[in-house]
Every structure is written in structure tokens, then in C-alpha cells.
């Protein structure tokens, strides 16, 4: 007799994407039709200084808002409201907010209102910004059914909302501000589309994220590979993910504001110390990468969500973006004019997110030149006297053609740039006392004079290069050794 096969276990579906970009604007201005709403996100009770997110939670977390809202499905059993006031918001704490909040939840569940069972309510009273993220998508959800079902209050524009003004209030405004003129209106036109881009591809790079994040939590839970190894893989995600989540908030925030009112330069000033969590990821892409590969048998378990050969792609996310950023902002200020108030902060915050952007590369290079430290240590045997453990960490690699005294042909030259020593093939170079650019961009010739000293000769020799870039970089390495 056949035994019976055990059936094999169900595969679990991937999570969705996260919107964690949830337009907090449009949810203020769909739940200001309803009355207790409209009464509190016009007061802005939480002194938030007009954050539409901070407005949301503050009133989110008083339950009776969101039962007001539900109850326009016309349910057979209503969901009991009480009376707020934007005063109510001090005691959004309160057991009785919680069970409301909770009976709210509850209600959605049984409607199968999208993400509702999988949300706690202890989530919206944590720091971490992904709980009041994940209640907008419920919250957006049920508009969604109201909206279907035709019994959505009618809409208005609310005034006190923060957020982007309609596009004839922002025209009319520019008009009355300054005379009409062709370009201003060109400028303007670009203005407004390059915030759009910068809002969507915020959306969409922290969606992607939160993917990756989803993925680590499922590898970590099914035991997919060993700590040490999700360790190198996803190094320090999740406070990446947690520092991006609050900054794409206030960046889109920032942007919805009118041009006047926007403060985006002070938010990339003081968010420039929150920005170091990139480092440690961005100078962790290429382990992680040399992991995926020795696991990647492993990581097939969850083909389903991410398959492992496009890993390497959610990995240098964080870098490209962080390196978009600066341009962003450059545009941004070329279509922003002089008398905008703020402009000054604009550039400030130009100047933040370069060096952010500086330190992320740098670090992101030593990490690199340290592994072609050990592949030298490795593969050389006669170091020349040279003690490799005297010479400090590997600054620079990369090859040359190079010609010393009257030598007239050049020859080509691993070369690596030591903190205290420059390797030229098996040559030992001290006591630097000059190095010059000769090149001649016209004719496309770049190069590096470098003189230096043995005893009393002074030795000069040229390093032909590939590139403008790649003089400078050592030209610049070189002078501050």
C-alpha cells in the first residue's frame, strides 16, 4: 500500500507593497467633508505647525472621527460617536479613544476593508510613523468603498488645509505677485512639475524599501538564513527605513505647502545628522551582494516576493537616491525666484545633503579600496621591505601610463595610493614635494605631475590618466596626504 505523501505546505503570498508615501494632504481634504473632522483638522489641535501628518494622527487617535466616518456606510449597527472638540485631542490617550479606535477597527474587519486586520491599534500610538501610514491606507480604503457605495458627503476645498493649493489658486496667486510675463509662466509650469517628480519618486523609492524591509522580516521569521548572514545582507535596513519613512512625510509635507510657505531646505538642514544611517548601508552593498550569491539557493525560498538576482537592485536604491537628491535640489532652486522667502534655507539645504552625499560615496569607496587592501596582502609576497601593517589603509587603486626622467614611452602601472605611500607597480614612492594637473583638456590629455625626493635628487615622473574626474580625485587625495 502507497503511504500518503504529506501535501506540501501553501506558499504565503507576498505582502503587498507598502504605499508608505500616503498623500496626507488628499486624506485631509477628504476627511474634512465629514463634520468632527472638519472641525479638527481646521483647528490643527496638535500645534503641529500645519504637518497634514501630524493633524491626522493627533485626530486618528481620538476613535470617535473614524466611527463617524464608517458609520456613512450605513451599516446595520451604527458604531457609537461621541462629541469632540479639537480640545478632545489632549486626551487622545485616553481608554475611551483606544476602544474606540478599536471598535473602529473591528468594524472594518468585518466589512474586509483592506489592511484593517492586520493593524493594531497600539500601532498609532508608537513613534514609528508606519502605524499612522498603515491606518491611512485603511482610512483611504474605506473612502474608496464610501465613495462606490454614492455616499460620500459632497466635496469642498477646505481652507485652512495644508497642502498643495489648486492649480488656478496657485496661478492666480503667481499672477497677482509679479507682472505676467511668458517665462515667469514657463518657470512656473517647470516648478510645479519637477515637485510632482520629487513627491512620485519619493513614493516610489520608499515603497520599494518597504518592500525589501517586508522581505528581511519574512526571511528573518522563516529562518531563511542565519543571522550572521541577514546580517551582511540587510545590514542596517531597518533604520533606514525608519529614518526615510519620517523624512518622506515631511518632505512631501514640505512640498504640498505653497511655494511661499515651503520649508524644504530646513528639513534637509536638520535632517542631515538622520541621513548618517545611509553610510553604514550604502558602504554594506557589495558584502551584501557577495552574500546573495553564497545564499542564493537559500533566498529561491522566497523567489515569490524578491527573487534573489534582483536583490542588487533594491541594494543601490538608498545610493541612487541619496546622490538624486542634491540635483533635485539644484533644479529646484533654478526654477525657484530670488524673492521667494526661504530660498537661503533652500541653499542651505543644497549644502547638507551634498556633504551627506559626499560622506556616503567616500565611505562607500574606502569600504571598497579596504577589500582590494586584502586582495594585495593576499596575492603579493616580496612587499620590498615595505611593512604593510605601517603604510595605513588603501585611499586609492587604479591604473595608469606612466613615464619618469626623459623616458619618452609610458608604461602602464597598477598604482595605489596608500595613507602614508604611493605604490607605483613594486616602487616605493616618499617625500612628495610637488604634484601638478598638465593636462590639456582641449586635446582630451590628462595628467599628473608628481616630483619627489630621494636624498638630494629631485625625480619627477607623469601619470597619464583616463579622465579630468580621475586626475583631480588623486590630485586632491595626493595634496592632503
Known amino acids: 500500500m502507497r503511504s500518503a505523501t504529506p501535501s506540501p505546505q501553501p506558499v504565503p503570498p507576498p505582502p503587498p507593497p507598502p504605499d508608505a508615501g500616503c498623500d496626507y494632504p488628499a486624506l485631509v481634504e477628504a476627511l474634512s467633508e465629514f ?47 461621541a462629541d469632540v472638540s479639537p480640545t478632545a485631542a489632549d486626551a487622545a490617550t485616553d481608554a475611551s479613544c483606544v476602544e ?31 502605524g499612522l501610514a498603515k491606518l491611512g491606507r485603511v482610512v483611504l480604503a474605506l473612502l474608496a468603498r464610501i465613495e462606490s457605495a454614492g455616499l460620500m458627503p459632497p466635496r469642498a476645498p477646505l481652507p485652512s488645509l495644508v497642502g498643495a493649493p489648486p492649480a488656478a ?20 509650469r517647470n516648478r510645479r512639475r519637477l515637485v510632482q517628480e520629487m513627491i512620485d519618486t519619493e513614493r516610489a523609492y520608499l515603497a520599494a524599501m518597504e518592500q525589501l524591509l517586508d522581505y528581511s522580516l519574512v526571511c528573518a521569521r522563516d529562518s531563511v538564513l542565519t543571522p550572521e548572514a541577514a546580517r551582511a545582507v540587510f545590514a542596517n535596513l531597518s533604520d533606514l527605513v525608519v529614518f526615510q519613512r519620517r523624512f518622506s512625510i515631511q518632505m512631501e509635507a514640505a512640498l504640498s505647502a505653497a511655494e511661499s510657505e515651503q520649508r524644504l531646505g530646513q528639513l534637509f538642514v536638520r535632517s542631515e545628522a538622520g541621513f548618517s544611517v545611509y553610510s553604514g548601508f550604502c558602504s554594506n552593498v557589495q558584502r551584501a551582494m557577495t552574500t546573495v550569491r553564497q545564499e542564493e539557493d537559500a533566498l529561491m525560498r522566497l523567489s ?59 565611505e562607500e569607496r574606502l569600504r571598497d ?43 602602464e602601472f597598477h598604482t595605489f595610493l596608500f595613507e602614508r605611500t604611493l605604490l607605483k607597480g613594486n616602487i616605493r614612492l616618499r617625500n612628495i614635494d610637488l604634484v601638478e594637473d598638465i593636462s590639456r583638456i582641449p586635446q582630451n590629455a590628462f595628467a599628473l605631475r608628481i616630483t619627489w625626493s630621494e636624498g638630494v635628487a629631485s625625480i619627477p615622473f607623469i601619470m597619464n590618466g583616463r579622465s579630468i574626474d580621475q586626475i583631480q580625485l588623486w590630485k586632491d587625495r595626493l595634496e592632503r596626504q
Open 35 to 81: 463634520p468632527q473632522f472638519s472641525c479638527l483638522l481646521s483647528a490643527d489641535p496638535s500645534g503641529g505647525g500645519g504637518d497634514p501628518a501630524t493633524l491626522l494622527r493627533s485626530s486618528f487617535r481620538l476613535g470617535d472621527p473614524l466611527c463617524e466616518v464608517f458609520n456613512h456606510l450605513n451599516p446595520s449597527a451604527p458604531l457609537p460617536v
Open 100 to 130: 474606540s479606535l478599536s471598535r473602529f477597527l473591528d468594524a472594518c474587519r468585518a466589512e474586509d476593508i483592506p489592511g484593517a486586520a492586520d493593524l493594531d491599534p497600539a500601532e498609532l500610538y508608537s513613534d514609528d510613523p508606519l
Open 369 to 411: 579600496m579596504e577589500g582590494v587592501r586584502q586582495e594585495l596582502i593576499d596575492r603579493i609576497d616580496d612587499w620590498k621591505n615595505c611593512d604593510i601593517e605601517q603604510i595605513g589603509a588603501l585611499l586609492l587603486a587604479d591604473k595608469f601610463f606612466m613615464r619618469s626622467g626623459s623616458r619618452e614611452e609610458a608604461q
Open 169 to 188: 489658486a496657485t496661478d492666480a496667486a503667481v499672477a497677482a505677485e509679479s507682472p505676467s510675463r511668458p517665462d515667469d509662466d514657463v518657470a512656473a
Open 304 to 362: 515569490h516576493l524578491i527573487h534573489p538576482s534582483q536583490l542588487q537592485s533594491y541594494f543601490i536604491k538608498p545610493v541612487q537616491r541619496v546622490c538624486k537628491y542634491p540635483l533635485l535640489l539644484q533644479e529646484l532652486i533654478k526654477l525657484t525666484e530670488s524673492r521667494v522667502p526661504h530660498i537661503d534655507e533652500l541653499r542651505d539645504g543644497l549644502a547638507a545633503i551634498k556633504r551627506v552625499a559626499e560622506k556616503v560615496n567616500e
